[in-house]
């Protein structure tokens, strides 16, 4: 059973286990400590996911116009 939404951000830059299985996750944790190279390849890989899905842009343009949108400011009134 998985926690939600998580795998589609995850991608190929973790290792995914079922939340309620402990053993799987020691598993997991145990396999990234053992093999660097695993851990640096799934580390880039994440960093790469992360700055494609979510430019630092974009996503403080989403966060301005929720905080105008909550605020009820108009881009006029608000302080930039």
Do not use: I
């Not at 299985?21 to 851990?39: E, F, H, I, N, S």
């Not at 605020?71 to 930039?80: D, G, I, K, N, R």
Request: charged content about 20%; proline content about 4%.
């Amino acid at each position: 059973r998985d926690s939600g939404a998580v795998a589609w951000v995850v991608a190929d830059g973790g290792v995914l286990v079922d939340v309620m299985d402990v053993a799987a996750m020691t598993d997991g944790m145990d396999k990234l400590l053992r093999d660097p190279a695993l851990y640096d390849q799934l580390a880039a890989n994440a960093v790469r996911n992360v700055e494609t899905r979510f430019p630092m842009t974009q996503v403080a343009s989403q966060y301005l116009a929720l905080y105008r949108q909550a605020t009820h400011l108009h881009p006029a009134e608000a302080v930039t």
